[in-house]
C-alpha cells in the first residue's frame, strides 16, 4: 500500500505593482507544472474581498480594517486551495503571499510589524513560504510599465503614488535581507526570459523537480 504522498512546495512571487511578478508566477508554474494561484480573490470569498480592498469606487477602508480583509483574504486562500494541495502533494506558485501584507499594510501604510506578522501566521494556519521570490524593479520602471498598459491608478493601492510604492519596494527588500535563506531576489527589469530561467534554476537547485505527475 502505497504510503501519503510528500509535502508539496510553496513558492511565493512577490514585488511592487508593475515589478512583473505576474508574469514570472505564470512562467515558473509552467516550468515547474505547479498549481497557480493569486491573492486576493482566489476563493469565490476572496473574489468579493477583493472589491471592497481594490476597486477604486468601494467605500473607504480605515488601515487596520484593510489589513484585516487581507488576512481574511489569506485563510480561506490557505484552508481552500494552498494546504489542500501541498498535503496532496502539489507544488503550488503563489501571485503574492503573506509578504505583501508586511510590505503594504506594514512599511506602505505604518501598521505595527510586530503585529502585523503575528496576525499573517495566524491567518495562514503556520503556512509559510518554502521559497519567497522578489522580482525588484526600480519605482519608476514600475510605474511606467502600468502606465504603458492603461493600468495607471487601476485600483486603490495603486492610487497612493510613488512614495507609498516606493515604501513597500523598501519592505519587502527588508524581508528577503533578514531571510536570505528563504528568498531570492531577482532583478526585474532583465529580459523576462532570462528572470523566469534564475528563478527556475534558483528553485531547481534548491528543491529538485516535482515529482511527475504533481500538479
Given at each position: 500500500m502505497a504510503g501519503a504522498p510528500a509535502r508539496g512546495r510553496l513558492l511565493a512571487l512577490e514585488g511592487i505593482d508593475g515589478?512583473?511578478?505576474?508574469?514570472?508566477?505564470?512562467a515558473l508554474s509552467d516550468a515547474l507544472g505547479a498549481e497557480l494561484t493569486h491573492e486576493p480573490g482566489a476563493t469565490p470569498v476572496g473574489?468579493?474581498?477583493?472589491?471592497l480592498l481594490l476597486a477604486p469606487d468601494a467605500p473607504p477602508l480605515s488601515v487596520r480594517?484593510?489589513?484585516?480583509?487581507m488576512a481574511a483574504d489569506r485563510a480561506e486562500h490557505?484552508?481552500?486551495?494552498?494546504e489542500p494541495a501541498l498535503a496532496a502533494g502539489a507544488w503550488?506558485?503563489?501571485?503574492?503571499?503573506?509578504?505583501s501584507t508586511i510590505a503594504y499594510q506594514g512599511y506602505g501604510r505604518g501598521l505595527d510589524a510586530?503585529?502585523?506578522?503575528?496576525l499573517v501566521s495566524w491567518a495562514a494556519a503556520g503556512v509559510v513560504p518554502d521559497l519567497s521570490v522578489l522580482v525588484d524593479v526600480p519605482v519608476e520602471v514600475a510605474a511606467a510599465r502600468l502606465a504603458a498598459a492603461g493600468r495607471h491608478g487601476a485600483d486603490r493601492l495603486e492610487q497612493l503614488g510613488p512614495d507609498?510604492?516606493?515604501a513597500v519596494r523598501d519592505g519587502f527588500l527588508a524581508q528577503a535581507a533578514a531571510e536570505p535563506d528563504r528568498w531570492l531576489v531577482v532583478d526585474g527589469t532583465a529580459e523576462a526570459g532570462a528572470v523566469t530561467a534564475r528563478i527556475v534554476d534558483d528553485v531547481h537547485e534548491r528543491f529538485g523537480r516535482p515529482p511527475a505527475g504533481r500538479r
Open positions: 515589478s512583473g511578478k505576474s508574469t514570472q508566477a505564470r473574489a468579493r474581498l477583493r472589491e480594517t484593510e489589513a484585516l480583509l490557505v484552508a481552500q486551495v494552498i503550488v506558485v503563489t501571485d503574492r503571499f503573506s509578504a510586530d503585529g502585523l506578522r503575528a507609498f510604492a516606493a
